[in-house]
């Protein structure tokens, strides 16, 4: 079973509105943390934002936030005022137990309109 | 602070041969993990490397190998090169002391073609 399932593989978004991808995770240890990352078109992977399993509190970073709900196992990503920069792939990942070792989903590819 | 930084960036090889891609954390990071990025396959964790030492590994042949040097920079390296070894080879580091929160922070990869 994956893991890490994002099931909008592309969208759509007007500059200046808003806009949420999803992302649910499969796993049975208490303790695990999720990250969403974006890709530009360059390949490099750039951190957004983290939620840790044990957080009450829905993380926030600037225009990023995160709507974690545990139970339904579910991570999505917002984005407020889309920005042309922000076309790009997005990844959510989990870490489960020790060390660093991420699992992805497959991405979801953001476009934004003029 | 410099980020990661990944060398070559670009490298092209024949079948057969074989390839080492270097990583240099950002300073003071102590864990460098690298990733495998194809259209097949997506984002796939190959090892993790922390003080030296092989924390964590992932289902990858034999032929992937890795190792870390004292001052933490790490290489990767790919024997008998197949066409399907060619992808975005993405390096991440970390503190590596360990926790939930932990954030890994990833350099531009090194892109390598196969033919």
């Known amino acids: 079973a994956q893991k890490i399932t994002q099931t909008q593989p592309g969208m759509f978004v007007q500059e200046k509105e808003a806009v949420t991808l999803d992302c649910t995770y499969d796993?049975?240890?208490?303790?695990?943390?999720l990250f969403w990352y974006k890709q530009p078109s360059s390949g490099e992977m750039i951190f957004l934002i983290y939620q840790g399993s044990y957080d009450q509190q829905n993380a926030t970073e600037g225009r990023y936030s995160l709507n974690f709900q545990k139970a339904r196992k579910s991570a999505n990503l917002v984005i407020s005022a889309s920005q042309l920069g922000d076309s790009a792939m997005y990844f959510c990942a989990m870490r489960e137990g020790p060390g660093n070792m991420l699992t992805f989903g497959g991405g979801t590819r953001l476009m934004v309109k003029p | 602070k410099a980020g990661v930084t990944q060398t070559p960036r670009y490298l092209i090889k024949t079948r057969g041969q074989q390839v080492t891609l270097s990583c240099s954390p950002i300073?003071?990071?102590?864990?460098v993990s690298w990733y495998q990025q194809t259209p097949g396959q997506g984002l796939q964790f190959l090892f993790e490397?922390?003080?030296?030492?092989?924390?964590n590994k992932g289902n990858f042949p034999g032929r992937f190998s890795g190792r870390q040097f004292s001052n933490s920079r790490s290489e990767m390296n790919v024997s008998t090169l197949e066409l399907g070894d060619s992808a975005l080879y993405l390096c991440?580091?970390?503190?590596?002391?360990?926790?939930?929160?932990?954030?890994?922070?990833f350099g531009p990869g090194t892109r390598l073609l196969v033919l």
């Open positions: 300073s003071g990071h102590r864990s």
């Open positions: 796993t049975s240890d208490p303790s695990y943390g």
């Open positions: 991440a580091s970390s503190g590596g002391q360990g926790g939930r929160q932990e954030t890994q922070y």
């Open positions: 490397y922390f003080s030296e030492t092989q924390r």
